[in-house]
């Protein structure tokens, strides 16, 4: 049977001799690099080319590659837009990568913030002097990596104003954190010294509920939701990747907005 | 001296740049359904896992935000060409109105002709300036959804960040939408899929008009 894709008019077989060398030009170009590329090679033969280890590897080097283009299209002094307090979500809306019944509080009158690495003075923070830090306010669009978003307003010293009470070295490139729940996270020290990335203590007015990161969560206007470390007890300041929960499965680290 | 040979119907470059982009759109279109299912914009609308490029969103991301450099890039190069050669102008345009009605009844009738295959009709151009005009949006709302606070005052201006997410869908829905038909075309009309790859028949040289 002849098949249904065959040209009703044949092609003059002379064609073929008069453009050889063009035509092994597409079979190479055309083909190779963009007929044959890993997309179309998965539908083709049906394997699974997106658990090869070499594609993932090469997908992370991309990555790592956009977290460059991300950091170069941050801005640090546009901040993002904010919103009347009336809109506020109130309780906020709960996400983690366990269910809100499995939330463990943590007791304000053990708890303490450690620091560590290229700061000055390391002492830890009790929540008592944490609470008597001048607080700003800001009333911004949560937006998740799923693609939902909420507005929620939060408050609490910025980080910056921590990081230079402390005496952080702010041209290490990254600031990173433990919590009570085993989320390490980390971000860019560009966005540790943007105006809108608190130390937040409180959601509405009032202190933080425990299923929102009692006493203190990180809230940045520039990140995705899961950057946002919840129950801080430990804040670092380096120059070594520290990676985060997510980030070490095969999220993209830098994750701005 | 020898003269030069008249142009193809689809020159060499044009070829390349075709098939990378039907590479990177099907790597955008599969991984952007592993994306939608996430969290998904018509209730009850998901794509299930074999139609979904990447075991679950994290992966599905990586490959939308690789591939995304391969379509923008390889798009704008198309468009570039495109403009410098002329060559858009001399094969969408000009759409008249009275020949696309006559061609969609014709259509209808299931009068289908393409018999040369150098000449575009009227709904074909059409189709072509919406695909690349789809093209050239979905990189933009793509880039709002990514950056949506760098981009904030754009972003207030389209609706919003659900309003934007919703139009980066539609987008796809207009992508898919001409994939289908433009396969099924080419499926029925296989010189033509065969002109994509050995670049079609000699064009006439331009004549001047008198």
Known sequence: MKSPFRPKKLPDPAILDNHRGRIRLLERRGLIQGGLSLGALAMLTGCDVTSDASVDKGLRLMSAWNDRVQAALFDPSHLAPTYPASMILKPPKFNAYYDITKVKPVDATDWKLELSGLISDKRPWNLERLLTLPRSEMVIKHICVEGWDYIGGWSGPTLRSFLERVGADVRAKYVAFKTADDYPSSIDMATALHPQTLLATQYAGEPLADPFGFPVRLRMSTKLGYKNPKWITAIEVTNRYPGGYWENLGEGWFAGI | ?210
Request: hydrophobic content about 55%; some cysteine; proline content about 5%.
């Open chain 2, 1 to 210: 001296m020898t003269k030069a040979k008249p142009r193809r119907l689809h020159p060499l470059p044009v070829r390349v740049m075709h098939w990378i982009n039907a590479v990177a759109m099907i790597v955008m279109i599969m991984s952007g359904w592993g994306i939608y299912d996430d969290y998904v914009i018509i209730h009850g609308l998901h794509f299930s896992s074999n139609l979904r490029l990447g075991s679950w969103a994290a992966p599905s991301l990586l490959w939308h935000f690789a591939g995304m450099w391969v379509l923008a890039l390889n798009g704008l190069a198309y468009l570039v060409y495109g403009v410098v050669t002329g060559r858009l102008r001399e094969r969408m345009l000009p759409i008249h109105a009275d020949a696309l009605v006559q061609t969609v009844r014709e259509t209808l009738h299931f009068k289908i002709s393409h018999d040369d295959l150098t000449v575009y009709n009227a709904v074909q151009k059409l189709l072509y300036i919406v695909v690349i005009l789809a093209g050239v949006s979905q990189v933009a709302t793509g880039l709002l959804v990514w950056k949506p606070v760098q981009f904030s005052s754009v972003v207030a201006l389209l609706g919003g960040f659900q309003a934007v997410r919703i139009e980066h869908f539609i987008g796809m829905c207009v992508i898919v939408g001409f994939l289908i038909v433009h396969v099924a075309l080419s499926l029925l009309v296989p010189q033509t899929l065969w002109a994509m790859l050995s670049g079609g028949p000699r064009l006439q040289p331009r004549e001047e008009s008198p």
